[in-house]
């Protein structure tokens, strides 16, 4: 493997995006990096950075969500494996090296990044951790399948394997899309590493809400029957 394709979708993060895209040209997957942000319609000044970036920017003309957002990036990635990175700080790109060694070493076909096996403190919001625990035991219960985070963000694919999955998802139910389709299929090799996490709140610019845990679980329900 030879080229990895790194998929940040964007909606009004005008604070943190040259922050994110630092610390991602920074990491050395030893592979030839390929980023692609997708704009999802951001308003908040977030468009006019990008001309300050050498990096392939997809815009969406009206906001569809995170999953359209990501259907979109994947259809355009050229890597060999392909990861998603939030343009925020709740994540450590860093994080993200021994997940993508996995792959590229030929050992699995996915690979996700747990906020639950990392001994160090995590910082979660209370409710977030509930519904992600939650979420996650419903997963184990519905697929069989040894998972402790399936919400993670950090989620690493061989190419050609999620370039193969119909994805219908527009919001933040991509996350149970993705994973129950992956989980249908009993020869996926899956593994699973400790990741770092620092939550923010909806006064930092968190999106997701209760609607959308509520999706999640009709989600893994409807996917899996």
């Not at 604070?15 to 920074?26: A, G, I, M, P, T």
């Not at 050498?54 to 259907?71: A, C, E, P, T, W």
Request: aromatic share 12%.
């Amino acid at each position: 493997m030879n080229k990895i394709s790194i998929l940040i979708p964007v909606y009004n993060e005008k604070e943190f995006l040259f922050d994110v895209l630092h610390r991602l040209e920074s990491v050395d997957f030893g592979l030839e990096k390929e980023i692609i942000l997708i704009d999802d319609c951001s308003t908040d000044g977030t468009k006019e950075l990008y001309y300050q970036i050498n990096h392939k920017v997809i815009f969406h003309d009206k906001n569809i969500g995170k999953g359209g957002s990501l259907r979109d990036g994947i259809k355009e990635a050229t890597g060999d494996i392909i990861i998603i990175q939030d343009a925020d700080l709740e994540y450590n790109p860093t994080d993200y090296v021994p997940l993508v060694e996995e792959v590229k070493n030929g050992s699995a076909d996915v690979v996700y990044g747990s906020r639950f096996l990392n001994k160090r403190d995590n910082r979660f919001l209370f409710l977030s951790y509930t519904a992600n625990k939650f979420l996650t035991f419903l997963t184990k219960m519905l697929y069989g399948q040894n998972v402790t985070d399936m919400e993670t963000c950090y989620k690493v694919f061989r190419s050609d394997l999620i370039k193969n999955i119909e994805i219908k998802a527009n919001r933040f139910d991509f996350e149970p899309e993705i994973t129950s389709k992956l989980f249908k299929n009993k020869n996926i090799r899956f593994k699973e590493f400790p990741i770092t996490y620092d939550a923010r709140g909806r006064d930092k610019g968190k999106k997701i809400n209760w609607i959308d845990g509520v999706q999640a679980i009709l989600t893994l329900i409807k996917y899996r029957f």
